[in-house]
């Protein structure tokens, strides 16, 4: 029986993010699954680039994987974000100081390897009835094997724990992920005679001050659970123009918002747009095109749901929130009951300086372990 060390080191080295297809850590998955009599199900995809895509759910002796109504889910995705080119042991992990390096490490191939581990520990332990292990893809670019899972209605948990590093904190809340890209249209002229075109740069930027009176107002909708407390906007990125001296008949950006529990996805889109209608009629020449790419909106576990005591006694830890998107958010209407957590820290992740406490996988096969078995 490998170790979670081991487990996870041989996770790390499998290249897998998400223009990759996640098919080798699946069939790496399923073959310690199996090994340890449980049953699997694939359920595979192609995304819009003709690569292979699987979520699996994988099922403990005597239970059947196609069952959809289920009790637990423990559930986590196996794609990673691409590692820079300068990080020459991306894939070749390794410890040092009690902590395992490597992509992934703790986002979130560190659960994965737990979930693993606790398995084979359990050896022939009866798990609880309806326990199922869910691994997807294409959570870094969306959520996307996910809500594969939702819309084929192939999966009703009533309670989930979903695997991303959360330093063993039980995270009972979450905040939202939404995107668009807004793109303004201006027209084209030399910039010696601006007059004969429409700036869309300052038309965007127009818009972009009225987005940041937005961000202001948000902030009075608070929920202290977390923090910063309240719907958070950032603009990630913007270009526009052609040349220096032609009058921009283009810019476009992206348009990030993080909507705490209880505030709908789209409220902030619903804002954005009032603002260009406001801006289109006030504004001669001012056009502007809103596309949503991504709408999630957060979840809130209710602090004395059974879950939420059951992995505070397991961890000896208060429950938390967090303020990173989550497959949480994909299956919050589903579940009664979500919890987000996993070893290591998230502010590690998605750079060279990932990496995940040993102690903390230890302990979280433990706690996992346990938890199987509770009814």
Not at 172 to 200: D, F, M, T, W
């Amino acid at each position: 029986m490998k170790t979670v060390v081991e487990l996870l080191s041989d996770l790390v080295r499998i290249p897998s993010h998400s223009a990759l297809s996640n098919r080798p850590v699946i069939d790496y998955a399923a073959k310690v699954l199996r090994a340890a009599g449980w049953s699997a199900r694939e359920l595979p995809y192609r995304d819009a680039a003709g690569a292979e895509k699987v979520n699996l759910i994988a099922a403990p002796p005597g239970q059947d994987a196609a069952r959809r109504d289920v009790d637990l889910a423990l559930m986590c995705h196996t794609d990673t974000v691409p590692y820079a080119a300068d990080w020459a042991r991306a894939l070749d992990p390794f410890v040092a100081d009690g902590m395992l390096h490597g992509c992934g490490a703790c986002d979130v191939k560190g659960f994965l390897a737990c979930v693993l581990a606790a398995i084979a520990a359990r050896g022939s332990s009866r798990p609880a009835d309806g326990l199922r292990v869910v691994l997807t893809a294409d959570e870094e670019i969306g959520c996307v094997g996910a809500a594969r899972l939702v819309a084929d209605d192939v999966l009703r948990p009533r309670r989930m724990v979903i695997g991303e590093p959360t330093s063993l904190d039980p995270a009972r809340a979450g905040k939202g992920y939404c995107l668009a890209e807004i793109e303004v249209s201006g027209k084209e002229a030399h910039s010696a005679h601006p007059g004969q075109g429409v700036s869309a740069i300052v038309n965007a930027a127009r818009l972009i001050a009225k987005i940041e009176e937005l961000g202001a107002q948000l902030e009075r909708d608070r929920n202290r659970f977390f923090d910063p407390a309240y719907t958070t906007l950032n603009i990630g990125t913007i270009e526009g123009g052609t040349a220096k001296n032609i009058v921009p008949g283009f810019c476009r950006f992206q348009l990030e918002w993080r909507p705490i529990p209880g505030q709908s996805a789209d409220s902030v889109l619903h804002s954005v747009t009032e603002l260009v209608t406001h801006l289109t009629r006030t504004h001669s020449g001012f056009r502007a095109e809103i596309r949503p790419l991504r709408q999630q909106a957060g979840f809130e576990t209710a602090a004395d749901a059974p879950l939420v005591r059951t992995m505070e006694a397991l961890s000896g830890k208060h429950a938390v929130s967090i303020p990173f998107g989550s497959e949480a958010s994909v299956f919050a209407a589903l579940a009664e009951e979500a919890i987000v957590f996993g070893a290591g820290d998230m502010r590690t992740a998605h750079s060279s300086r990932e990496c995940v406490p040993v102690a903390e996988l230890d302990e979280a096969v433990r706690m996992l372990a346990e938890l199987m078995g509770a009814g």
